[in-house]
Nanobody, 125 residues
Framework: QVQLAESGGGLVQAGGSLRLSCSAS????????MGWIRQAPGKEREFVAA????????NYADSVKDRFTISKDNAKNTVYLQMNSLKPEDTAVYYC??????????????????WGQGTQVTVSS
């Protein structure tokens, strides 16, 4: 199965920036979409952003639109989440996930079948 490893989490002040990285290895297809999902304390998991396998399509949750940017490197085995203008409500464990779909950038949590271990992002006020 595919293995996903997130990195880049940490503690930042409100208004600051942070970039998360997700590296995929193992039995993974470069044709599958990738996404970021987060879970804040006491809340349900929330879709954050997704990107199609070729990077041609992106999708963002309304709560992060215009602040976060998802992208992929040229090798298409690493996905990034650039987070700007961070807010305290962005505090959560951020998970990288691989979609089971080969087209588009789905925002349905059920479409993500492989998940990383998560990385903690804490935004102080």
């Amino acid at each position: 199965q595919v293995q996903l490893a997130e990195s880049g989490g940490g503690l930042v002040q409100a208004g600051g920036s942070l970039r998360l990285s997700c590296s995929a290895s193992g039995r993974t297809s470069r044709n599958y979409g990738m996404g970021w999902i987060r879970q804040a304390p006491g809340k349900e998991r929330e879709f954050v952003a997704a990107i199609s396998w070729n990077g041609g399509r992106t999708n963002y949750a309304d709560s992060v639109k215009d602040r976060f940017t998802i992208s992929k490197d040229n090798a298409k085995n690493t996905v990034y989440l650039q987070m700007n203008s961070l807010k305290p409500e962005d505090t959560a464990v951020y998970y990288c996930a691989q979609s089971r779909l080969t087209m588009g950038a789905t925002d349905r949590l059920a479409d993500f079948t492989s998940w990383g271990q998560g990385t903690q992002v804490t935004v102080s006020s």
